[in-house]
């Protein structure tokens, strides 16, 4: 198994020319919600999970994004209901959040 | 098929404490390079290899550290050459270099 069960990364990317990115869609406070959420269950450590700050994942068209491995799920999400989910039902339970996915053929 | 084929996503965590750090291993030199030769090498972009900046990876004590997905084989490294073993070996032909594997219950 790896080192986390299930290791998810915040694009907390900001542009500073004016562009769109992650960190200007409330990156920051989605991440710190997860975290905090994800500490509060008692999932964080190894052999668990991990919340984790990345630089741009370069999906910034479906963005703010974050992406859970090892499976290689992508999500989107609005507001805190939709971290409390994804930390519910993915990290907690290994269920796919259907309707926060990205499409798969969205990029930058 | 995940989004990339592979992720690598480097620690360039900076403590300011003075606490040991991949920041202060080399981290950044050695981001750059492998973006740089995966890059060069055409191996960047959807479906092919990302190479990520990310936050504390909680592996300090192998630091600096350096995590490939979806496979979830952690990395340490010494030098540009050791990043040029893992962009040819493992994120071109998806062999592990065993040699720079870091041992399995280190963590912070």
């Known amino acids: ?8 990364f915040f694009c907390l990317n900001q542009r500073p020319n004016g562009e769109a990115c992650c960190a200007d869609r409330g990156a920051q406070r989605a991440f710190d919600h997860c975290k905090s959420r994800v500490k509060a269950e008692g999932l964080a450590g190894p052999g668990k999970v991990r919340v984790n700050k990345a630089g741009c994942l370069d999906r910034c068209a479906a963005g703010p994004v974050a992406v859970v491995y090892p499976e290689g799920v992508w999500y989107t999400y609005v507001d805190e209901h939709d971290i409390d989910e994804i930390v519910e039902r993915h990290l907690k ?3 796919v959040v259907e309707r926060l996915l990205v499409p798969p053929h969205v990029g930058r």
Chains 1, 2 share one sequence.
């Open 1 to 8: 198994m790896s080192y986390y069960q299930r290791h998810i």
């Open 93 to 95: 339970h290994g269920e």
